[in-house]
Protein backbone atom coordinates (compact mmCIF):
# COMPACT_ATOMS: atom_id res chain seq x y z
CA UNK A 1 0.00 0.00 0.00
CA UNK A 2 1.12 3.63 -0.85
CA UNK A 3 2.14 5.86 2.08
CA UNK A 4 -1.20 8.26 3.29
CA UNK A 5 -3.74 6.15 2.94
CA UNK A 6 -7.15 7.21 4.11
CA UNK A 7 -9.98 5.52 5.48
CA UNK A 8 -12.53 5.07 5.02
CA UNK A 9 -12.84 5.46 1.60
CA UNK A 10 -16.06 6.97 1.82
CA UNK A 11 -18.43 8.29 4.46
CA UNK A 12 -21.91 9.37 4.25
CA UNK A 13 -23.87 11.72 7.34
CA UNK A 14 -26.67 13.94 8.82
CA UNK A 15 -25.53 17.58 8.64
CA UNK A 16 -24.62 18.07 12.20
CA UNK A 17 -22.83 15.16 13.30
CA UNK A 18 -18.87 14.67 13.12
CA UNK A 19 -17.07 13.20 10.81
CA UNK A 20 -13.61 11.19 11.28
CA UNK A 21 -11.44 10.36 9.15
CA UNK A 22 -8.10 7.89 9.41
CA UNK A 23 -5.00 8.33 7.30
CA UNK A 24 -1.99 5.81 7.97
CA UNK A 25 1.77 6.21 6.52
CA UNK A 26 4.40 3.90 6.26
CA UNK A 27 7.56 6.08 6.77
CA UNK A 28 8.97 8.70 9.34
CA UNK A 29 7.56 11.87 8.36
CA UNK A 30 8.34 15.58 9.12
CA UNK A 31 4.57 16.58 9.27
CA UNK A 32 1.53 15.89 8.03
CA UNK A 33 -1.24 18.02 5.90
CA UNK A 34 -4.78 17.31 5.62
CA UNK A 35 -6.10 18.69 2.30
CA UNK A 36 -9.71 18.99 1.03
CA UNK A 37 -10.93 18.66 -2.89
CA UNK A 38 -14.47 19.88 -4.41
CA UNK A 39 -15.57 17.61 -6.93
CA UNK A 40 -13.82 19.01 -10.42
CA UNK A 41 -11.58 21.39 -8.48
CA UNK A 42 -8.00 22.01 -7.01
CA UNK A 43 -6.75 20.96 -3.48
CA UNK A 44 -7.04 23.80 -0.67
CA UNK A 45 -4.69 22.82 2.25
CA UNK A 46 -6.47 22.45 5.25
CA UNK A 47 -3.92 21.93 7.83
CA UNK A 48 -0.56 20.77 8.84
CA UNK A 49 0.63 18.99 11.75
CA UNK A 50 4.14 18.43 12.50
CA UNK A 51 5.96 15.47 13.72
CA UNK A 52 6.29 16.38 17.56
CA UNK A 53 3.06 17.60 17.65
CA UNK A 54 0.15 15.26 19.02
CA UNK A 55 -3.33 17.39 18.20
CA UNK A 56 -4.14 20.46 16.71
CA UNK A 57 -6.69 22.04 16.18
CA UNK A 58 -8.55 24.60 13.48
CA UNK A 59 -11.81 25.99 13.30
CA UNK A 60 -14.36 22.72 13.09
CA UNK A 61 -11.38 20.20 12.24
CA UNK A 62 -9.06 18.63 14.72
CA UNK A 63 -6.03 16.77 13.55
CA UNK A 64 -4.50 14.24 15.74
CA UNK A 65 -1.12 12.49 15.08
CA UNK A 66 0.34 9.09 16.40
CA UNK A 67 3.71 8.53 14.85
CA UNK A 68 3.54 5.66 17.22
CA UNK A 69 1.22 3.89 14.85
CA UNK A 70 1.67 6.23 12.02
CA UNK A 71 -1.30 7.60 11.72
CA UNK A 72 -3.39 10.79 11.75
CA UNK A 73 -7.60 11.46 12.02
CA UNK A 74 -9.09 14.44 10.78
CA UNK A 75 -12.25 15.26 12.81
CA UNK A 76 -14.70 17.65 11.31
CA UNK A 77 -17.75 18.57 14.29
CA UNK A 78 -20.85 19.91 13.39
CA UNK A 79 -20.73 18.71 9.40
CA UNK A 80 -22.29 21.23 6.94
CA UNK A 81 -23.19 20.35 3.23
CA UNK A 82 -20.80 22.55 2.44
CA UNK A 83 -18.09 20.03 3.61
CA UNK A 84 -19.10 17.39 1.25
CA UNK A 85 -15.47 16.68 -0.63
CA UNK A 86 -13.14 14.43 -0.79
CA UNK A 87 -10.39 14.43 1.95
CA UNK A 88 -6.08 13.71 1.38
CA UNK A 89 -3.92 13.40 3.91
CA UNK A 90 0.06 13.90 2.39
CA UNK A 91 3.13 13.45 3.49
CA UNK A 92 6.18 15.58 2.63
CA UNK A 93 9.69 14.44 1.77
CA UNK A 94 12.70 16.28 -0.23
CA UNK A 95 14.25 19.12 1.64
CA UNK A 96 11.49 20.98 2.90
CA UNK A 97 9.21 18.20 2.34
CA UNK A 98 8.49 19.80 -0.81
CA UNK A 99 7.10 16.13 -2.47
CA UNK A 100 3.84 15.79 -1.47
CA UNK A 101 2.31 11.96 -1.34
CA UNK A 102 -0.99 11.67 -1.36
CA UNK A 103 -3.24 8.42 -0.26
CA UNK A 104 -6.31 7.75 -2.20
CA UNK A 105 -8.34 10.53 -0.20
CA UNK A 106 -11.92 9.88 1.99
CA UNK A 107 -15.06 10.87 -0.06
CA UNK A 108 -17.40 12.71 2.53
CA UNK A 109 -20.87 12.98 1.81
CA UNK A 110 -22.80 15.32 4.33
CA UNK A 111 -26.31 14.81 3.67
CA UNK A 112 -28.58 18.09 4.61
CA UNK B 1 -3.44 37.90 -5.30
CA UNK B 2 -4.88 35.72 -7.70
CA UNK B 3 -4.32 32.26 -6.90
CA UNK B 4 -2.12 29.52 -9.13
CA UNK B 5 -3.90 29.74 -12.44
CA UNK B 6 -3.92 26.73 -14.99
CA UNK B 7 -5.27 26.74 -18.58
CA UNK B 8 -6.66 25.20 -20.15
CA UNK B 9 -8.98 23.61 -17.67
CA UNK B 10 -10.00 20.84 -20.22
CA UNK B 11 -8.04 19.49 -23.00
CA UNK B 12 -8.84 16.66 -25.25
CA UNK B 13 -6.27 15.39 -27.56
CA UNK B 14 -5.73 12.29 -29.98
CA UNK B 15 -3.52 9.51 -29.43
CA UNK B 16 -0.32 10.77 -30.72
CA UNK B 17 -0.87 14.33 -30.55
CA UNK B 18 0.84 16.76 -28.23
CA UNK B 19 -0.44 17.98 -25.31
CA UNK B 20 0.77 21.20 -23.96
CA UNK B 21 -0.47 22.81 -20.09
CA UNK B 22 0.30 25.55 -18.84
CA UNK B 23 0.72 26.85 -14.72
CA UNK B 24 0.87 30.86 -14.29
CA UNK B 25 2.12 30.66 -9.84
CA UNK B 26 1.10 33.29 -7.68
CA UNK B 27 2.74 36.59 -7.60
CA UNK B 28 6.03 35.85 -5.53
CA UNK B 29 5.93 32.46 -5.97
CA UNK B 30 9.14 30.63 -7.61
CA UNK B 31 8.90 27.24 -7.31
CA UNK B 32 6.42 25.26 -9.09
CA UNK B 33 5.35 21.55 -8.66
CA UNK B 34 3.36 19.80 -11.34
CA UNK B 35 0.86 16.39 -10.11
CA UNK B 36 -1.02 13.75 -11.74
CA UNK B 37 -3.93 12.73 -10.61
CA UNK B 38 -5.69 9.59 -11.74
CA UNK B 39 -9.33 8.90 -11.86
CA UNK B 40 -10.36 7.99 -8.18
CA UNK B 41 -6.73 8.46 -7.10
CA UNK B 42 -4.93 10.53 -5.06
CA UNK B 43 -2.04 13.11 -6.60
CA UNK B 44 1.39 11.88 -7.48
CA UNK B 45 4.17 14.31 -7.82
CA UNK B 46 5.99 14.72 -11.16
CA UNK B 47 8.18 17.21 -11.13
CA UNK B 48 9.45 20.66 -8.87
CA UNK B 49 10.94 23.16 -11.37
CA UNK B 50 12.56 26.74 -10.12
CA UNK B 51 12.75 29.40 -12.53
CA UNK B 52 14.84 27.90 -15.40
CA UNK B 53 15.74 24.90 -13.07
CA UNK B 54 14.09 21.61 -12.84
CA UNK B 55 15.15 20.63 -8.98
CA UNK B 56 13.71 17.26 -9.35
CA UNK B 57 11.90 15.01 -11.94
CA UNK B 58 11.89 11.89 -10.02
CA UNK B 59 8.01 11.49 -10.61
CA UNK B 60 8.05 11.86 -14.40
CA UNK B 61 7.59 9.34 -16.61
CA UNK B 62 10.98 8.96 -18.62
CA UNK B 63 9.77 9.45 -22.29
CA UNK B 64 7.28 11.52 -23.77
CA UNK B 65 7.03 14.21 -20.55
CA UNK B 66 8.43 17.22 -20.35
CA UNK B 67 8.25 20.66 -18.04
CA UNK B 68 9.79 24.19 -18.19
CA UNK B 69 9.70 26.78 -15.86
CA UNK B 70 11.22 29.57 -18.01
CA UNK B 71 12.67 33.10 -16.95
CA UNK B 72 9.56 34.93 -18.26
CA UNK B 73 6.07 33.26 -18.76
CA UNK B 74 4.09 30.21 -16.92
CA UNK B 75 5.57 26.72 -16.26
CA UNK B 76 4.51 24.16 -19.42
CA UNK B 77 3.97 20.51 -18.79
CA UNK B 78 4.03 19.26 -22.19
CA UNK B 79 3.07 15.26 -23.34
CA UNK B 80 4.20 14.40 -26.71
CA UNK B 81 2.53 11.32 -28.47
CA UNK B 82 -0.13 10.85 -26.04
CA UNK B 83 -1.68 7.74 -25.47
CA UNK B 84 -5.47 6.93 -23.51
CA UNK B 85 -3.21 6.26 -20.29
CA UNK B 86 -2.40 9.87 -19.74
CA UNK B 87 -6.08 11.06 -19.46
CA UNK B 88 -6.05 12.44 -16.06
CA UNK B 89 -6.06 15.32 -14.03
CA UNK B 90 -2.95 17.34 -13.91
CA UNK B 91 -2.43 20.09 -11.23
CA UNK B 92 0.08 22.57 -10.85
CA UNK B 93 1.18 24.01 -7.56
CA UNK B 94 3.13 26.90 -6.60
CA UNK B 95 4.83 27.81 -3.30
CA UNK B 96 7.18 30.23 -1.94
CA UNK B 97 11.09 30.73 -1.74
CA UNK B 98 11.82 28.34 0.50
CA UNK B 99 12.97 28.05 3.77
CA UNK B 100 15.89 26.01 5.52
CA UNK B 101 15.84 23.13 7.92
CA UNK B 102 14.36 19.29 7.45
CA UNK B 103 11.28 20.67 9.32
CA UNK B 104 10.73 23.14 7.06
CA UNK B 105 7.43 23.73 4.93
CA UNK B 106 6.06 26.03 2.33
CA UNK B 107 2.71 25.32 1.71
CA UNK B 108 1.76 24.47 -1.80
CA UNK B 109 -0.96 26.21 -3.14
CA UNK B 110 -2.65 24.44 -6.01
CA UNK B 111 -4.44 25.48 -9.56
CA UNK B 112 -8.03 23.99 -10.31
CA UNK B 113 -6.21 21.40 -12.57
CA UNK B 114 -6.28 20.52 -16.40
CA UNK B 115 -8.43 17.45 -17.25
CA UNK B 116 -6.51 15.86 -20.41
CA UNK B 117 -8.38 13.32 -22.01
CA UNK B 118 -6.92 11.43 -24.88
CA UNK B 119 -9.47 9.75 -27.11
Known amino acids: SQQGEEDPQALSIQEGENATMNCSYK?????LQWYRQNSGRGLVHLILIRSNEREKHSGRLRVTLDTSKKSSSLLITASRAADTASYFC????????????FGKGTLLTVNP | NAGVMQNPRHLVRRRGQEARLRCSPMKGHSHVYWYRQLPEEGLKFMVYLQKENIIDESGMPKERFSAEFPKEGPSILRIQQVVRGDSAAYFC?????????????????FGPGTRLTVL
Open chain 1, 27 to 31: TSINN
Open chain 2, 93 to 109: ASSPPTTAGTGSFNEQF
Open chain 1, 90 to 101: ATGSGGSNYKLT
